[in-house]
RNA sequence: GGAGGGCUCGCAUAGCGGCCGAGUGCACCGGUCUUGAAAACCGGCAUACGAAAGUAUCGUGGGUUCAAAUCCCACGCCCUCCGCCA
């Protein structure tokens, strides 16, 4: 959400910011109104309200004929009251859903455009010359019974898949180097929970543009996790932190879940996109004056993490029309996936800065007083996609896999063999 | 799934229709006293919006009433017991 008098001391910033994303800008000139509105009920209803308990309280001390006079008095004004309060509550309403309605405010720096117009920041590692016809992860996953995607088909639908054997074993292998190297960074590793509750859902953003793509179990009124930076960041809803404490940094490892409605016939595929898959994910409580440092640092984690993997990237800064709405700012690192003869993308980190936490009510206290901190989620690691880029990248012209050397001591060999 | 009990200012509790934004104890902060500390005593101690007056907030949402922490309804969460189950 978007803090209401920040819009209306700069409604031309937020008016650049709604164009820059492609999206509506009338709106704020309607959140404007109707908080003109909203301001007018309140004060009416407060007038009232202020003047029938100074009758309430005159009632109670009054006694006799001065009392029934009293009472007559009091219950024509509490019908008045009724109203004034119903009017002030459904403008509030009001009010409160459009404001919930804009999303953050872009970071200047952020290239404005649609999804085509990135900016490259970097390349890391050149794509790799292969003296033979490189196999896609989807056959390189069957030689080595890693993956199997028929039998995911027939079991759950389209979209899903079954890790097995040197699948089943990469994975855990890169949750644990994963978690194990967040750890030493100071991240407090987090297991949440996967099913949250609409709160949670809402204060994060994706209910909004993003909701067709959540999955929701009506008969309990709660949500399946596309990603653990729900959990990670509703866990210190409506708390205030000490300011000493910040930066909180977590790495969440969870199962996210994916509807991937309206992208029939994309990546179809393989386990490039997918209704399921486990993550582990960084996100970060910090002071907002820090939060685009902070960034930064997410980034760096990311660019450790693939060049551990040993395979080739780039760094692009997404264009304002592709940023989700709670983001200001997104670096997407794509690696390069030999078959598709293109980058895709394998991580992603977002600067939410306050945008999330005010939804939240989630602030720190300082020696000027509360305030409301920012958040920041990155990816460290995505289990289907870096096994695209692994099997990609390392393999061998028989179809076995190299195993990077830093997976090597979670999985004892240097190199998965055909089955 | 069934039966009960509970949810009040950091913690523990009082309050059961007006004098309650709310008492008490502990914790915490400042002061007096002390060589220092403890004890004792004095004072302070929720949040949001607002320039202020003020308004709102006693799990959440509705209702009754001139007036609700207090009465009624629904929901959420916690605890105990029974059943079922990884």
């Known amino acids: 959400m978007i803090d209401i008098k920040f819009l209306r001391e700069n409604p031309d910033a937020v008016r650049a910011s709604q164009k820059g994303r492609g999206e509506d800008v009338l709106i704020v000139d309607k959140v404007l109104a109707i908080d ?39 219950k024509a004004l509490a019908g008045l009251v009724k109203e004034a309060d119903a009017k002030r509550a459904q ?30 920041i970097e390349h890391v590692g050149t794509p790799r010359v292969f003296d033979f016809e490189p196999k896609d992860h989807v056959e390189l996953g069957k030689l080595l019974g890693a993956i199997d995607t028929e039998r995911g088909a027939k079991v759950a639908g ?25 750890n030493k960074a100071g991240f407090t590793p987090v297991i949440p929970p996967v099913l949250v509750n609409p709160a949670a859902m809402e204060g994060t953003g994706f209910l909004g543009q993003a909701a067709e793509n959540v999955y929701h179990l009506e008969k309990d009124n709660l949500y399946l996790v596309g990603t653990s930076e729900v959990p990670l960041a509703a ?9 000493d404490k910040l ?12 509807r991937e409605a309206g992208t029939y016939g994309k990546d179809t595929r393989g386990i490039i996109r997918v209704h399921q898959f486990d993550k582990v994910e960084m996100f970060s409580f910090c002071h907002p004056n820090e939060a685009k440092a902070e960034h930064q640092r997410l980034l760096q984690w990311e660019k450790d993490f693939l060049n551990a993997m040993e395979i ?42 306050e945008f999330q936490a005010r939804r939240l009510n989630i602030r720190f206290k300082d020696a000027d007083g509360t305030k409301v901190v920012a958040t920041l989620n990155g990816t460290l690691v995505a289990i ?3 096994i695209v880029a692994i099997l990609e990248n390392h393999q061998n012209a028989d179809g076995s896999v190299n195993i990077p050397a830093a997976l090597q001591p979670f999985l004892g060999t240097t190199r998965f063999e055909l089955v």
């Open 235 to 243: 866990m210190h809803m409506d708390e205030v932190l000490p300011a």
């Open 91 to 120: 403008v509030e309403d009001e009010a409160k859903a459009l404001i919930m309605q804009l999303s953050n405010i872009l970071d200047p720096e952020a290239p404005i455009g649609k999804e085509e117009d990135f900016v490259t």
């Open 158 to 182: 389209s979209r899903s898949y079954y890790l097995t054997g040197a699948g089943a074993m990469l994975e855990f292998a890169l949750i644990n180097y994963a978690i194990a190297s967040a």
């Open 36 to 74: 003109e509105i909203r301001k007018t009920a309140l004060d009416a209803f407060e007038t009232i309200r202020a003047e029938q308990n100074l009758l309430s309280k005159s009632v109670a001390s009054a006694k006799g004929d001065e009392k029934a006079a009293l009472l007559e008095k009091a």
């Open 384 to 386: 289907p996609r870096m």
């Open 247 to 258: 930066p909180i940094r977590y790495a969440g490892y969870s199962s996210c879940f994916r």
């Open 312 to 353: 080739p990237y780039r760094v692009i800064d997404v264009a304002s029309g592709d940023l989700g709405s709670s983001a200001n700012r997104k670096f997407d690192i794509e690696a390069w996936i030999p078959t598709q003869k293109a980058y895709r993308e394998v991580t992603s980190t977002s600067n939410c800065a």
